[in-house]
């Protein structure tokens, strides 16, 4: 029987549960390991201290098999050339080639009146579990996404020196990956992620990520153990950031436990914003229970908003549980006070968002997974959120073939204020949406993955549990492009959701109706690939676009760090296919640019069409957003790129490359996702204001300059405008101006806003093509030499100051780089305020950079560019 979820009190919920207490500590270091084939012990025998794993390996924990195997050097790096082809896969050497043992020695005596406990938050795909000789778990442990918890107090040695020996087998279907989304699709048998037998996008896990992945944490309670602490805020009516609020509803609800013969009697309390809240449990022995305590008001609340529409306010909170006024067991909390609603838009005929009764347009990103090998650091996840938020973006969608993402994610996106999709583990392609040759099964069958149905539904009520806390999650989808089989559906959406969250939108499948109205068909999402840059603005596609994309391989230095240097090519394109000749691009899933180069040039060599191929980029992906923007709550009610990152080292549909080194879509995206933008469409000739802001904008100054080859000014015009709240205005149109003025070369053109204090608060900058379509201007531009200069202004921050004099031309398409002095390596991450751009004559730009991450002490920062040959300025 399915177990039956129930909850006292059903209501908003939103915080962050940050781990566990102070006497917690993770077991992630000094674990050793072996293949099952060389080893002829049991596990009882193994997690004896008296065994000795003197000749073991060193394991990585948290990690994978694979993971572990190339810390020891005894595979090639996966993600380099065609490194991953030299693994052996697990389809073809069986499971028990990456079937291992783990074993961890750790000190821990027990003291009176505590309890231990071991957690296990996330293993791949089973395992048995061994402690001093003893099994730990007497129930089969199986699921990837499934989190555990075993109170060891009993295991525990009484000199405080304790082994503990893991097996883990691999997932029992490991699916053939013959190429296929998913190669054949039997991975999806199992509850786990699909992308590890190969996708359009990468190639194929070898080990399927089989392993301890994530955190192995030892607990130490009282006789009470708090469980799942569940913080839930209401936020009434219409607000605005940075007012004076009215009062909000805060509530919580915990589950308790206490594993011992005895009646427990004591307190919970929740402690938030100067207030405590309490209520006395009597708990019998060996009992749980869920406990709500009484619903209760914040004044005047710092509410947490959406990136670019207020601040991201988090509080400071704790639950406890005491005995006789001593803690058994506390949790830390961070709250942030919001409220998700949505509703349907009829003009648009698509779901729209409100946070705390303010509506949001979606611009968001489709996040697959921070590391297809799942090495994961909160460093990583703070970086990679903290470049969506510099792309202006406010969500983002967890692809349905990946996993439930990690609480140290979700910290990220709280802090940064990205809204979050959170799909379930389904995509059409494996679970049997379409017809596909490369599948084992027939779609009847597929339609019913995984195996194992119950083992899903209780994983869902899981991650629920896990993530219901954060208030950057904002929707829960039951799949990518498909529905669950109709046993999970239901129980999702009319069990686990309502009694366990309640307080967020489901979508029962990533571009299903109910979301946006399919009014062409087909799936409900793109355009994929290269496109003319008048289909963003003028092409009306679905109107809540869960997926739609363009290209983006990175620049030379980007390319050189996962190509061998014979693979230093220009890609060509076999004709009709996606294959290039190159067979290490091919291998890395590069999608061709078409003949969109060529306005450039031709390419002479890789180095060209990088650089080349950054103008494409920066183009395709500030059209997407400011053509979407153009129709805001008209045409859309918002629109998700497909993709902003990859997960390993692929060539295509990402905004950073795995190394986290920022190309020019980041910044093409940055620029057209402003929330307050001049923008022009380049087909129509027109110029637009979009205001994402709740508040209107009035005496806005908006200037229009065009510039010649030469770099000689030409004014067109500068008006008053203004903008009303959450809408999109055309000012004006240039097209005959500029259609004549761009025939012969080409021309600039560059947009400012100020306002009343001659502040200003957006430009942007387009170079057009002559009248063929042909950017003949700049392959001849001449050259420009500007001046620098850099001040430190903090810890790894700097301000670059660049200047390009009057008697040049325009200085084009810039990129500055913040380098090592001794290996002139590029120092990554680096966050940049602006970064490709350009500089019209006597101009000045200020540029804020900063590498929090940064542990090289002698800096470097170049600057190069399409008319500036490579400078360096030294950063003392």
């Given at each position: 029987?399915?177990?039956?979820?129930?909850?006292?009190?059903?209501?908003?919920?939103?915080?962050?549960?940050?781990?566990?207490?102070?006497?917690?500590?993770?077991?992630?270091?000094?674990?050793?390991?072996?293949?099952?084939a060389d080893v002829t012990s049991s596990g009882e025998e193994l997690s004896n201290t008296s065994?000795?794993?003197?000749?073991?390996?060193?394991?990585?924990?948290?990690?994978?098999?694979?993971?572990?195997?190339?810390?020891?050097?005894?595979?090639?790096?996966?993600?380099?050339?065609?490194?991953?082809?030299?693994?052996?896969?697990?389809?073809?050497?069986?499971?028990?080639?990456?079937?291992?043992?783990?074993?961890?020695?750790?000190?821990?005596?027990?003291?009176?009146?505590?309890?231990?406990?071991?957690?296990?938050?996330?293993?791949?795909?089973?395992?048995?579990?061994?402690?001093?000789?003893?099994?730990?778990?007497?129930?089969?442990?199986?699921?990837?996404?499934?989190?555990?918890?075993?109170?060891?107090?009993?295991?525990?040695?009484?000199?405080?020196?304790?082994?503990?020996?893991?097996?883990?087998?691999?997932?029992?279907?490991?699916?053939?990956?013959?190429?296929?989304?998913?190669?054949?699709?039997?991975?999806?048998?199992?509850?786990?992620?699909?992308?590890?037998?190969?996708?359009?996008?990468?190639?194929?896990?070898?080990?399927?990520?089989?392993?301890?992945?994530?955190?192995?944490?030892?607990?130490?309670?009282?006789?009470?153990?708090?469980?799942?602490?569940?913080?839930?805020?209401?936020?009434?009516?219409?607000?605005?950031?940075?007012?004076?609020?009215?009062?909000?509803?805060?509530?919580?609800?915990?589950?308790?436990?206490?594993?011992?013969?005895?009646?427990?009697?004591?307190?919970?309390?929740?402690?938030?914003?100067?207030?405590?809240?309490?209520?006395?449990?009597?708990?019998?022995?060996?009992?749980?229970?869920?406990?709500?305590?009484?619903?209760?008001?914040?004044?005047?609340?710092?509410?947490?908003?959406?990136?670019?529409?207020?601040?991201?306010?988090?509080?400071?909170?704790?639950?406890?549980?005491?005995?006789?006024?001593?803690?058994?067991?506390?949790?830390?909390?961070?709250?942030?006070?919001?409220?998700?609603?949505?509703?349907?838009?009829?003009?648009?005929?698509?779901?729209?968002?409100?946070?705390?009764?303010?509506?949001?347009?979606?611009?968001?990103?489709?996040?697959?997974?921070?590391?297809?090998?799942?090495?994961?650091?909160?460093?990583?996840?703070?970086?990679?959120?903290?470049?969506?938020?510099?792309?202006?973006?406010?969500?983002?969608?967890?692809?349905?073939?990946?996993?439930?993402?990690?609480?140290?994610?979700?910290?990220?996106?709280?802090?940064?204020?990205?809204?979050?999709?959170?799909?379930?583990?389904?995509?059409?392609?494996?679970?049997?949406?379409?017809?596909?040759?490369?599948?084992?099964?027939?779609?009847?069958?597929?339609?019913?993955?995984?195996?194992?149905?119950?083992?899903?539904?209780?994983?869902?009520?899981?991650?629920?549990?896990?993530?219901?806390?954060?208030?950057?999650?904002?929707?829960?989808?039951?799949?990518?492009?498909?529905?669950?089989?109709?046993?999970?559906?239901?129980?999702?959406?009319?069990?686990?959701?309502?009694?366990?969250?309640?307080?967020?939108?489901?979508?029962?499948?990533?571009?299903?109706?109910?979301?946006?109205?399919?009014?062409?068909?087909?799936?409900?999402?793109?355009?994929?690939?290269?496109?003319?840059?008048?289909?963003?603005?003028?092409?009306?596609?679905?109107?809540?676009?869960?997926?739609?994309?363009?290209?983006?391989?990175?620049?030379?230095?980007?390319?050189?760090?996962?190509?061998?240097?014979?693979?230093?090519?220009?890609?060509?394109?076999?004709?009709?296919?996606?294959?290039?000749?190159?067979?290490?691009?091919?291998?890395?899933?590069?999608?061709?640019?078409?003949?969109?180069?060529?306005?450039?040039?031709?390419?002479?060599?890789?180095?060209?069409?990088?650089?080349k191929a950054q103008l494409v980029n920066y183009n395709q992906y500030r059209a997407l957003m400011?053509?979407?923007?153009?129709?805001?709550?008209?045409?859309?009610?918002?629109?998700?790129?497909?993709?902003?990152?990859?997960?390993?080292?692929?060539?295509?549909?990402?905004?950073?490359?795995?190394?986290?080194?920022?190309?020019?879509?980041?910044?093409?995206?940055?620029?057209?996702?402003?929330?307050?933008?001049?923008?022009?469409?380049?087909?129509?000739?027109?110029?637009?204001?979009?205001?994402?802001?709740?508040?209107?904008?009035?005496?806005?100054?908006?200037?229009?300059?065009?510039?010649?080859?030469?770099?000689?000014?030409?004014?067109?015009?500068?008006?008053?405008?203004?903008?009303?709240?959450?809408?999109?205005?055309?000012?004006?149109?240039?097209?005959?101006?500029?259609?004549?003025?761009?025939?012969?070369?080409?021309?600039?053109?560059?947009?400012?806003?100020?306002?009343?204090?001659?502040?200003?608060?957006?430009?942007?900058?387009?170079?057009?093509?002559?009248?063929?379509?042909?950017?003949?201007?700049?392959?001849?531009?001449?050259?420009?030499?500007?001046?620098?200069?850099?001040?430190?202004?903090?810890?790894?921050?700097?301000?670059?100051?660049?200047?390009?004099?009057?008697?040049?031309?325009?200085?084009?398409?810039?990129?500055?780089?913040?380098?090592?002095?001794?290996?002139?390596?590029?120092?990554?991450?680096?966050?940049?305020?602006?970064?490709?751009?350009?500089?019209?004559?006597?101009?000045?730009?200020?540029?804020?950079?900063?590498?929090?991450?940064?542990?090289?002490?002698?800096?470097?920062?170049?600057?190069?560019?399409?008319?500036?040959?490579?400078?360096?300025?030294?950063?003392?």
């Amino acid at each position: 029987m399915r177990k039956k979820y129930s909850l006292v009190l059903i209501v908003f919920s939103f915080i962050h549960f940050l781990g566990f207490s102070q006497q917690n500590y993770e077991l992630n270091t000094g674990w050793k390991t072996l293949p099952i084939a060389d080893v002829t012990s049991s596990g009882e025998e193994l997690s004896n201290t008296s065994f000795s794993v003197e000749n073991w390996k060193n394991a990585t924990v948290p990690g994978t098999v694979l993971t572990t195997q190339l810390n020891n050097g005894e595979i090639p790096d996966p993600f380099f050339g065609m490194n991953n082809g030299e693994i052996p896969d697990i389809y073809d050497v069986g499971r028990d080639y990456y079937t291992y043992w783990f074993v961890k020695d750790f000190e821990e005596k027990v003291k009176k009146d505590e309890q231990i406990w071991l957690n296990f938050r996330g293993i791949n795909y089973s395992v048995d579990i061994f402690l001093n000789g003893k099994k730990v778990n007497q129930k089969e442990y199986k699921g990837m996404f499934l989190r555990k918890r075993f109170n060891i107090t009993k295991f525990l040695a009484k000199n405080g020196k304790n082994r503990l020996a893991v097996i883990v087998y691999p997932a029992p279907h490991v699916g053939n990956p013959n190429g296929g989304q998913g190669g054949d699709g039997t991975i999806a048998r199992g509850v786990a992620h699909q992308y590890v037998a190969g996708w359009d996008w990468i190639q194929p896990i070898r080990d399927r990520n089989t392993g301890i992945w994530d955190k192995v944490i030892i607990e130490k309670t009282g006789a009470v153990n708090l469980k799942n602490p569940h913080v839930v805020t209401k936020v009434s009516g219409k607000r605005l950031p940075g007012e004076k609020q009215e009062p909000a509803k805060i509530s919580l609800t915990a589950e308790v436990e206490n594993p011992t013969s005895k009646k427990v009697e004591g307190t919970l309390s929740f402690k938030i914003a100067g207030k405590n809240i309490e209520k006395e449990v009597s708990l019998a022995a060996n009992a749980e229970m869920l406990v709500a305590l009484p619903e209760f008001e914040i004044e005047e609340p710092k509410l947490w908003w959406p990136s670019g529409y207020g601040e991201q306010n988090l509080y400071d909170a704790e639950v406890q549980f005491s005995i006789k006024n001593k803690i058994s067991d506390r949790e830390t909390l961070k709250v942030g006070i919001r409220e998700i609603q949505t509703e349907w838009n009829s003009h648009t005929r698509s779901k729209q968002i409100f946070v705390n009764g303010q509506p949001i347009f979606i611009k968001g990103g489709n996040w697959i997974i921070s590391d297809a090998m799942l090495r994961f650091t909160k460093e990583r996840y703070d970086a990679e959120i903290r470049f969506h938020r510099d792309m202006n973006l406010n969500l983002i969608r967890i692809w349905g073939g990946a996993l439930p993402e990690r609480p140290e994610f979700y910290e990220a996106c709280d802090k940064y204020g990205m809204l979050v999709i959170q799909d379930f583990w389904m995509s059409g392609d494996c679970n049997g949406r379409w017809v596909d040759p490369k599948k084992k099964d027939d779609q009847w069958t597929r339609r019913q993955y995984p195996d194992d149905h119950e083992l899903f539904i209780e994983s869902a009520a899981d991650a629920v549990k896990m993530l219901r806390n954060y208030p950057s999650l904002a929707i829960w989808c039951g799949g990518n492009e498909i529905t669950p089989p109709q046993d999970i559906l239901h129980a999702m959406k009319d069990e686990i959701l309502p009694e366990l969250d309640g307080t967020r939108w489901f979508i029962d499948y990533s571009n299903s109706d109910e979301m946006s109205y399919n009014f062409k068909g087909g799936n409900g999402d793109g355009p994929y690939g290269i496109q003319d840059i008048s289909t963003f603005w003028e092409e009306r596609t679905w109107p809540f676009n869960s997926e739609v994309g363009s290209v983006g391989v990175g620049d030379e230095v980007s390319l050189k760090r996962f190509l061998p240097k014979e693979n230093y090519t220009v890609p060509v394109e076999y004709e009709g296919t996606e294959a290039v000749k190159d067979p290490v691009w091919t291998y890395h899933k590069y999608i061709d640019y078409g003949n969109s180069l060529e306005a450039y040039g031709t390419p002479e060599n890789m180095t060209d069409f990088a650089s080349k191929a950054q103008l494409v980029n920066y183009n395709q992906y500030r059209a997407l957003m400011e053509g979407f923007s153009s129709h805001m709550w008209d045409w859309y009610t918002g629109s998700i790129i497909w993709k902003t990152q990859n997960p390993w080292t692929a060539l295509r549909g990402q905004m950073y490359d795995y190394y986290l080194d920022p190309n020019a879509c980041l910044f093409g995206l940055r620029e057209g996702s402003k929330p307050l933008h001049v923008m022009y469409n380049t087909t129509t000739g027109d110029v637009y204001l979009v205001n994402n802001g709740f508040k209107a904008q009035y005496d806005l100054m908006l200037g229009i300059k065009l510039y010649d080859m030469k770099g000689n000014e030409k004014p067109v015009t500068q008006v008053f405008a203004y903008i009303e709240a959450s809408s999109t205005k055309k000012i004006l149109s240039l097209k005959k101006q500029i259609d004549t003025l761009a025939a012969k070369e080409g021309l600039f053109l560059k947009l400012d806003l100020k306002n009343q204090d001659q502040e200003v608060l957006d430009e942007n900058f387009y170079w057009i093509p002559d009248s063929t379509g042909t950017y003949s201007g700049l392959q001849n531009l001449a050259k420009t030499k500007v001046e620098a200069e850099v001040e430190k202004v903090a810890k790894n921050k700097f301000k670059l100051k660049i200047t390009n004099p009057e008697q040049n031309t325009v200085s084009f398409f810039n990129r500055i780089s913040l380098e090592s002095v001794e290996s002139g390596e590029r120092i990554l991450p680096t966050f940049y305020d602006e970064n490709y751009f350009s500089i019209i004559p006597g101009a000045t730009k200020e540029i804020v950079l900063e590498a929090p991450q940064n542990e090289v002490e002698d800096l470097q920062i170049s600057i190069e560019g399409w008319n500036t040959d490579r400078m360096i300025i030294p950063v003392n």
